[in-house]
Every structure is written in structure tokens, then in C-alpha cells.
T-cell receptor
Framework: KQEVTQIPAALSVPEGENLVLNCSFTDSAIYNLQWFRQDPGKGLTSLLLIQSSQREQTSGRLNASLDKSSGRSTLYIAASQPGDSATYLCAASGNTPLVFGKGTRLSVIA | DTGVSQNPRHKITKRGQNVTFRCDPISEHNRLYWYRQTLGQGPEFLTYFQNEAQLEKSRLLSDRFSAERPKGSFSTLEIQRTEQGDSAMYLC??????????????FGQGTRLTVV
């Protein structure tokens, strides 16, 4: 059974810092790994999708990497802004639908 | 296409009542998923459809829960005899299934259920 863990559970940084969010998964037989953003009381917004054959994906200030062999993915956020404050969730997809971690709650302080 | 749409956005119901939620996926997506999320937790899988076929149901989906996707387009999730423990955000997502795996999944804004 796939299990996804995200560390840290919460993170507070000053504006402008670069930061890394971590995601680990137990079953390396995944098709893809997807990162989402969730604002309080809202649905999930897809940020990046990494196919199992890929090592990383980039979108603007976001870069996500995938290492299937070690069961890890990271989300790198460059030059953080207060508008980046949200919960970030990773989810692994294999033969089963997306399995989510509990998320990392990020606060960027102006 | 405006993305995945869920209705209603909020529902307050008395314990014991039945409620039904609707999800309209992205039109070309053949997979539709239902998840439930409680405060401070990640979304938990409930069930999913490929076209009109319900392919998997989580053990979280008690016999009070039923989901349908009658024409392979929109889906409904019904909860009968609601309990206070059913209070949660119910999320719907859709994606396209391909032989090489699923495409990016997109989520709706969710339906917030409060059982009083």
C-alpha cells in the first residue's frame, strides 16, 4: 500500500528566501508525482506533474524533482513571496488513484 | 472549459438527513475521482470511475455512501443518514487515462459539508 509523507508539516520563512519542501513515498512503482497548492477552505490547484520517466519539472519559480529509486520528491520555491503562503501537497499515482501526503503549511512573512 | 465544477459549495444539514453532491469534470477526461478531506489532513480517496464504470471503492466508503456516473460525464455522491463524522470537504477530480498512465489530475473547489 502506497504511503506518502511530507516534511516539514509547517514552515515559516521571511520573504525572499529559497526553500525546499520534501515528499517521500513507499512504493516506487509510480506513474507520476504531482504537487498541489491549497489555500484555506479551497480546492487543490495543480502546480507540477512529474512523469515517472522524468527527473524534474519547472514552472516559473517552482522546480520539482523526482528520484524514484529513493522514493523522494522535492519542491523548490525560489525567492518566496507572501502570496506563496498556502498548504503544499504531494501525491503519488500508480496503479491506484492519487495517494496524498498531509501537506506542508507554508507561511512567508513580509 | 472552466475546469472541474462542484455543487453546492457549502451544505449544512441535520444529522440523519440525506445529501447529494454533484461534480462536473473536464469534458474530455474519462476518469473521475472523489476524495474527502478533514482539517489538517491530506485528501483521502473514496472512489473513482473510468467513464461510467466505478472501478474502485475505498473501505472508507461505508454503505451509507453511494456514487454514480450514469453517462460517463457528471457524477453524484450521496450520503444517506448523515452523521457528524461525515463533516468534511468533499473533493472531486478528473484526469485522462492513457496506457502510459494518467495525465495531470485537476480538482474542483470542493463541497464543504457540515452536519449539525
Amino acid at each position: 500500500k502506497q504511503e506518502v509523507t511530507q516534511i516539514p508539516a509547517a514552515l515559516s520563512v521571511p520573504e525572499g528566501e529559497n526553500l525546499v519542501l520534501n515528499c517521500s513515498f513507499t512504493d516506487s512503482a509510480i506513474y507520476n508525482l504531482q504537487w498541489f497548492r491549497q489555500d484555506p477552505g479551497k480546492g487543490l490547484t495543480s502546480l507540477l506533474l512529474i512523469q515517472s520517466s522524468q527527473r524534474e519539472q519547472t514552472s516559473g519559480r517552482l522546480n520539482a524533482s523526482l528520484d524514484k529509486s529513493s522514493g523522494r520528491s522535492t519542491l523548490y520555491i525560489a525567492a518566496s513571496q507572501p502570496g506563496d503562503s498556502a498548504t503544499y501537497l504531494c501525491a503519488a499515482s500508480g496503479n491506484t488513484p492519487l495517494v496524498f501526503g498531509k501537506g506542508t503549511r507554508l507561511s512567508v512573512i513580509a | 472549459d472552466t475546469g472541474v465544477s462542484q455543487n453546492p459549495r457549502h451544505k449544512i444539514t441535520k444529522r440523519g438527513q440525506n445529501v447529494t453532491f454533484r461534480c462536473d469534470p473536464i469534458s474530455e477526461h474519462n476518469r473521475l475521482y472523489w476524495y474527502r478531506q478533514t482539517l489538517g489532513q491530506g485528501p483521502e480517496f473514496l472512489t473513482y470511475f473510468q467513464n461510467e464504470a466505478q472501478l474502485e471503492k475505498s473501505r472508507l466508503l461505508s454503505d451509507r455512501f453511494s456514487a454514480e456516473r450514469p453517462k460517463g460525464s457528471f457524477s453524484t455522491l450521496e450520503i444517506q443518514r448523515t452523521e457528524q463524522g461525515d463533516s468534511a470537504m468533499y473533493l472531486c477530480a478528473s484526469s485522462l487515462s492513457r496506457p502510459t498512465g494518467n495525465t495531470e489530475a485537476f480538482f474542483g473547489q470542493g463541497t464543504r459539508l457540515t452536519v449539525v
